[in-house]
């Protein structure tokens, strides 16, 4: 081997040392703070590390965009283009997002035509987004997170950029100020290596058209099904949240293994989304609980989530009646060992070991219904993942 070959080695050895090294502190620290001391050791090492400062860029503001854009134009002019590392791109969650912020960021797309993940859910990326993504990284990207939203044409349009995405393996959609969209001639969605699906509807949004159009998809190896609506007053008149997405669980139901709801007036939930449900592991209820709920249940579902408010009467005696239907339930199955219970509330977490000093009386009843689950082979368990062991004397 040459000088330049055992050169190149060397160089594409600590390559591989550094990316590992971000891979694992990138979940508790930015791309900066892992490269940034290596940059300052030696030359060799700089030119090694030095993209990898670009490996996910993560925007706080607005105008950290137009900097990073502007840094990457200089460094193509001078005939180095470290936005070729780029693998992630996030919009953090909380930013006021301006308008101008959509023009920014498609120039900066231009740079990066290897990204894997795009991340930005708060904010209406508009068709020029899509396409310029569709364009640049379309075959190559793995995860979209994105908004979609505005009148009649454009809205139909953003849904039909999603056809270009064809590597995706989660798929997060957000539906902010949509108008109707009409898709009879949008070509479906043939995505099959989705594995997690997302749909989110926080405001009035006409989310029936969607589901319809999400129907006649093709989405092999879909497991994971989250949805999530905060109001149903943009729903179908007469029609319930439960109703409007029951065709999705009709066509994909049976492959899922994973389902979590986020619906108001859930308490058709069981009755009508829980027998598509063939295979399911897990269903995770943001929501009343439902009291019908053993009647229905899935026989193959393992890990029952309960999330309430706990400090709502009204849920908390909901949530004492339904693990009273499970206790009641005739078994179908023993696959159900596990139903966890979570308050979504910040003032008051459910902990097993602090119930019984904020709330004595629905420690007891809880601790009566854990006592009843239990003879029965299934764990209550708190937020932390703790249960109460009841052993008889």
């Known amino acids: 081997m040459d000088s330049t070959s055992c050169s190149k080695l060397k160089q594409d050895v600590w390559r591989y040392i550094f990316e590992e090294i971000l891979e694992e ?26 993209p990898l400062l670009y490996r996910y860029l993560r925007f706080h503001e607005p105008t950290s965009i137009t900097k990073c854009q502007r840094t990457l134009v200089q460094q193509g002019i001078r005939g180095a283009y ?41 904010l209406p990326v508009g068709t020029d987004i899509l396409d310029t993504l569709g364009e640049a990284c379309g075959p190559l990207l793995k995860r979209l997170d994105i908004a979609i939203g505005g009148n009649s044409t454009e809205a139909t349009l953003q849904v039909a950029l999603l056809t270009r ?29 989705l594995q997690i699906l997302s749909l989110s509807c926080y405001t009035d949004e006409p989310l029936s058209a969607l589901v319809h159009f999400l129907c006649r998809s093709s989405f092999a190896a879909l497991d994971t099904l989250t949805l999530t609506i905060r109001d149903s007053a943009g ?75 706990f400090e709502d009467r009204t849920q908390l005696q909901d949530l004492l009646q339904c693990l009273e239907n499970l206790r009641d339930m005739e078994p179908k199955t023993d696959a159900l060992k596990v139903v966890f219970l979570q308050s979504w509330t910040t003032n008051e977490r459910f902990r ?6 904020l709330n004595p ?28 062991t009841w052993s008889a004397r």
């Not at 063939?278 to 393992?302: C, H, M, W, Y």
């Not at 097993?352 to 000093?357: A, E, H, L, N, R």
């Open 25 to 50: 502190s990138i979940e508790e620290c930015d791309s900066a703070d892992v490269i940034l001391p290596l940059l300052l050791v030696c030359k060799e090492w700089k030119v090694i590390a030095l």
């Open 82 to 122: 470290p936005g070729n590392s780029t693998r992630c791109i996030r919009l953090l969650v909380g930013t006021s997002w301006p308008d101008n912020t959509v023009p920014r960021l498609e120039k900066l797309l231009r740079y990066t035509p290897r990204l894997k993940v795009f991340y930005a859910p708060m």
């Open 165 to 193: 995405f064809t590597s995706l393996v989660q798929l997060d959609i957000h539906l902010l100020d949509m108008a109707q969209i009409h898709t009879p001639d949008t070509p479906a969605l043939d995505m099959p290596s």
């Open 235 to 309: 729903l179908p008149l007469g029609r319930t949240p439960c109703e409007t997405i029951l065709p999705l669980l009709e066509t994909f139901g049976h492959q899922l293994s994973v389902l979590t709801l986020h619906v108001p007036q859930s308490e058709d939930v069981a009755r009508l989304l829980f027998p598509p449900l063939k295979a399911v592991i897990r269903i995770e209820l943001f929501s009343t609980p439902p009291n019908d709920i053993g009647r229905f249940l899935p026989e193959s579902l393992q890990l029952l989530r309960l999330a309430i408010d």
């Open 352 to 357: 097993w070991s602090t119930i019984g000093t």
């Open 361 to 388: 009386a629905l420690a007891g009843h809880l601790m009566t219904r854990s006592i009843w689950l239990q003879s029965k082979g299934i764990k209550l368990v708190d937020g932390a993942g703790s249960c109460m």
